[in-house]
């Protein structure tokens, strides 16, 4: 298990510093370098570094960064870390697609970045079908605005900045999680590049081992450099995609009845209503809770008394309903990455949304900014858990909790009165990197195929950054 450390630099940043004896010169970088990468590289030196260092979560000080534009670079890259660690073996090795990643391990300090962002083509196979092939470095935006004006939707997260790569290997829980399952349940195809350096094609069919482990495991098999994907037709009568959305903030004084009310709608509510929560405790010592309800279509006979049964749940401070398109849905700043958010997150995946969650929400306000909460049951529940590497398939409920940057051991202190209710964790939201959290991300028999398929795949532990079992 890689540990790192957050340090304060001179400049106040928080830089990733990987606790390790080794120091690598400059000079072993280069020499090592393939003649096809040296055109594809960003070193310290150059004036674009400042831009690709970081990621969203942390700030960090890698040697190179390589911008792969093919498969044959990443295969490249691989072959060029292999023999730096043969000398090095303990220097850390990232990948990188969108950036924004939860974990902060898209970026090391002595390292190299293999870079997907440019690699970031969407392409439809077959537009009856809604067959969409997506390469790992686009961002969650670009696939909105690509599938909107034909009127298909992949359930995914709620931020357009995030990178395809990241949510197509470890998960993906969204404002479409009740009525479409996970984005990694969408996935029917993928290209896995492994740390041999061999291209693998994977499907149900193809090599459908390393398929199962992909859908769930992260990175730790490998490099995915592209999916495709099962989208789904909305009907809707516009045409775009179209959604209904209901905002509503609440101002509640019992968090514990709140959260129970609140479990109960969302438990009886049909699978198209998914309800996401942003809960804070305020100053008056009250709880203000931020609340986004997306109907998965344009019924709105069916919708709107869903709607109605939100709006009785407590006391309303605003509230607002419209209709809207999906790519509208999910926000795309298309911000450059130079570890602008210096919160730390830890996350619980419950069995029950009840009051005792509620209670144990209470708790952790008194010293964390935010909790979210969203539901995990509807088409999540569909799914065998022994169909993908994602085990969380019988669990009505996800948190995260958002906190000052601390020690890992003040966080996880802080996050007890949570964990001590959760089955199982998501371990690509979490920043915090232990055995403990990949026990939960992948529990028993779950745990034991995956760690046997990386074994067998990347013995050596090429993809050494990020939550590894």
Known sequence: MELYLQNESKKGDVIMEKQSNQTIEHEVFERELPEQLKTKIITPEDSEYHYVRSSYMGVGRPEVVVMAQTN?????????VSELRKEYPEMPFSIRSGGHGMSGSSTNVGGVIL?????????????????????AGAQWGQVAGTLAPHDFIITSGNFGD????GIATSGGSGYFTRSQGLTIDHVIGAT?????????????????????????????LGVAVDFTFKAQKMNSNTHDASLIHQHITYVTEDLEQFVANWGRWMKAAPKEMTSFLMIQKTPQH???????????????????????????IDKIYDHSESMMSYASLIPYPQSIHIGQQKIKIANAIVDKVDASLGKAIKEVLETAHVVELRPLDGQVHEVAQDATAWAARHQDGFLSVWMSPKSDAALTKEMEPVTQLATGMYGAYSSIISPEVAALSWPDATGERLKALKEQVDPNHLFNTGLQL
């Open 72 to 80: 044959e670079d990443v295969v490249e890259t691989i072959n060029y």
């Open 115 to 135: 870079d997907l962002s440019k690699m970031n083509a969407i392409e439809f196979m077959d537009k009856e079908e809604g067959i969409v092939k997506i390469q």
């Open 162 to 165: 995030v990178g395809v790569g």
């Open 192 to 220: 896995l590049i492994t740390a041999d350096g061999v291209i693998h094609e994977l499907s149900e069919t193809s090599e459908p081992e390393l398929f199962w482990g992909l859908r769930g495991g992260g990175t730790q």
């Open 286 to 312: 009250v709880y203000a809770v931020d609340t986004r309800n997306v109907w998965a279509g344009t019924d709105t006979e069916r919708a709107v008394p869903e709607l109605e049964k939100a709006l009785a």
